[in-house]
């Protein structure tokens, strides 16, 4: 069967996922950084579609998807859960990206077009890491890029890529918090990188909006220093 989907697998504590036919999975090598791993991924991948995988992995209905992505020809195959680009496309985004989820989104916005499904062919389970190693140039990079891109997408392209990262942002902002609190990261780093985010104003006022976890302003003039009730809440909000 010819390769349908190429799973860009970021981490190796996925290196034990079962082979599935019509499915390439390329993995990093030892030491390797994630900016070298995804250049080199994309240069052998042969899959129609592909997917870049952060998280723990699990295949579920994986068929279904694979019979939908052999009679399509949108740039984004959506499901439950997550999304999959044109192989295509994602070699001509990693080309500028700084890690997986600038990569994702230069993707995005390079697309036309997408399918959404109900499938649920995979299953993410959230992987332990260091947060305080989050690339937040990445971050920067995606944002910028949306700005100068979003006048030319599309409806439904500019959603996709608004609340993907609305959801990176706040997501970022939780566990920044808690890392200041516990010690593991100075404020300053999230002062500064919140400060550089201002040149994205869409996206820096769409961030105080979306942030329904505390009154984000507030954490700001407090330099992000939150209280013990304060990090309980959000440590709820992550579930961790």
């Known amino acids: 069967m010819k390769n349908l989907l190429t799973i860009v697998v970021c981490h190796s504590d996925n290196s034990d996922i079962a082979p599935c036919d019509g499915v390439e999975f390329i993995f990093p090598e030892e030491g390797e950084n994630e900016k070298t791993f995804l250049t080199r991924a994309f240069k052998q991948a042969k899959g129609k579609y592909s ?7 699990k295949l579920a209905d994986v068929q279904s998807v694979l019979n939908i992505l052999d009679k399509n020809t949108a740039d984004i195959v959506c499901f439950v859960g997550g ?3 044109r192989t295509a ?18 993707a995005l916005l390079e ?14 389970v959230k992987r332990a890491k260091d947060f305080t190693e989050e690339n937040t140039e990445g971050i920067l990079l995606a944002a910028a890029e949306f700005k100068k891109a979003k006048a ?22 939780l566990y920044s918090m808690l890392a200041i609190k ?17 040149a994205e104003i869409v ?38």
Do not use: H
Not at 152 to 172: H, N, P, Q, W
């Open 51 to 57: 997917l870049v995988c952060e998280n723990t992995l």
């Open 83 to 85: 999304a999959v680009f």
């Open 89 to 106: 496309i994602m070699k001509n985004a990693v080309k500028d990206c700084e890690d997986a989820f600038s990569c994702r989104v230069l």
């Open 111 to 124: 697309c036309k077009n997408l399918l959404k499904t109900v499938y649920n062919p995979f299953i993410f």
């Open 152 to 173: 030319k997408l599309t409806k439904e392209i500019y959603s996709f890529a608004f609340d993907m990262l609305c959801s990176k942002l706040v997501t970022y902002y």
């Open 182 to 198: 516990d010690g593991s990261m100075p404020a300053e780093k999230l002062i500064d990188f919140d400060n550089k985010l201002k």
């Open 203 to 240: 996206l820096y006022l769409a961030l105080d909006k979306r942030f329904t976890y505390a009154k984000l302003q507030k954490l700001r003039d407090k330099g992000f220093k939150i209280s013990s009730l304060t990090a309980r809440k959000f440590k709820k909000c992550l579930k961790i």
